[in-house]
């Protein structure tokens, strides 16, 4: 059975850090290109940040460039997502997801609250 865990959110107060972590089973966790996304209150489900199998490349919405940095290790089935300098406007339900690469198969996880207030 796949399954994908998040887990590292929590309150946070503006320019403060958080590192979710995505653990899989289930998956051949090497061969999957690995994402993370969120949706804030009454807005759509955006993209964040991917990372592709192998880990050579890293794409990341406009919004967190410089802020956030996307990770993997293959050995411990795991990505993760570090976020500095956190603003209010990154408050949303974050989710991690596994595409398999040439497919449209993704399976994602339950999601992680991150709420940044003072």
């Known amino acids: 059975q796949v399954q994908l865990a998040e887990s590292g959110g929590g309150l946070v107060q503006p320019g403060g850090s958080l590192r979710l972590s995505c653990r899989t089973s289930g998956i051949i966790f090497s061969t999957y290109n690995m994402g993370w996304y969120r949706q804030a209150p009454g807005k759509d489900r955006e993209w964040v940040a991917s990372i592709a199998s192998g880990g050579r490349r890293t794409e990341y919405t406009d919004s967190v460039k410089g802020r956030f940095t996307i990770s993997r290790v293959d050995r411990s089935n795991t990505a993760y997502l570090q976020m500095n300098t956190l603003r209010p406007e990154d408050t949303a339900v974050y989710y991690c997801?596994?595409?398999?690469?040439?497919?449209?198969?993704?399976?994602w996880g339950q999601g992680t609250q991150v709420t940044v207030a003072s």
């Open positions: 997801s596994a595409n398999l690469p040439h497919t449209d198969k993704y399976v």
